[in-house]
């Protein structure tokens, strides 16, 4: 009886702690909340981005690139916010992409973090979702979608930005004496049977 309140006190420790939900550092991330047609709230655009109701992901609408007419326009197209970040923490992003077009060609972009260039997404016609982890070098970041073709309609929504979380050293601790008992109680039970 006491080896098995030892092992569930136990796991209590080792799985006790949780940690809070990250919080969402994108505003506006689903591109609902806009001024006009070339403005939502949060982000800045340049060049031919829109915020229209045409084939978003979820809600009533998305963020589209239609095109940037020309190829010496094409580092002005982008659409970025800046956001609250951590020096040397990790955050993951995830963003919904479409690259919908009616001449065949693929929807092509830069994911930009802090100025740095994440790689190039090659967005295929229907939403598929996108992964990054970045980790932020100042305590202020901006996330940047560029458009590289002229001729397709990048489609993004529902960006999301959060916090990797770490255990905090109370939390390891819990975890180690968790562990511990686990392990001393297997032990004694290992030793009872031999």
């Known amino acids: 009886m006491h080896r098995k309140f030892a092992l569930a006190a136990a796991a209590a420790l080792a799985l006790g702690a949780t940690q809070a939900p990250a919080a969402e550092l994108i505003q506006n991330g689903s591109f609902e909340d806009t001024t006009d047609f070339f403005h939502a709230v949060g982000w800045t655009s340049t060049g031919a981005w ?20 020309d190829y010496a326009s094409l580092p002005n197209c982008s659409i970025s916010q800046t956001v609250g970040t951590e020096a040397g923490q990790t955050y993951e992003l995830s963003f919904w992409a479409n690259g919908y077009s009616t001449t065949g060609f693929v929807g092509v972009f830069q994911v930009i973090w802090g100025g740095v260039d994440q790689g190039t997404i090659f967005v295929t016609p229907g939403y598929e979702q996108y992964k990054f982890q970045l980790t932020a070098a100042s305590d202020s970041t901006t996330l940047e979608f560029r458009s590289m073709n002229t001729f397709a309609s990048n489609r993004i929504d ?28 297997l032990r004694r039970r290992h030793r009872a049977v031999a």
């Open 50 to 69: 829109e915020f229209f109701t045409a084939d978003p992901h979820s809600g009533a609408n998305s963020a589209s690139v239609s095109g940037c007419y």
């Open 158 to 185: 529902d960006v999301s930005l959060t916090a990797l979380s770490v255990p905090e050293p109370s939390t390891w601790a819990l975890m180690i004496a968790g562990f511990g008992l686990a392990g001393g109680a």
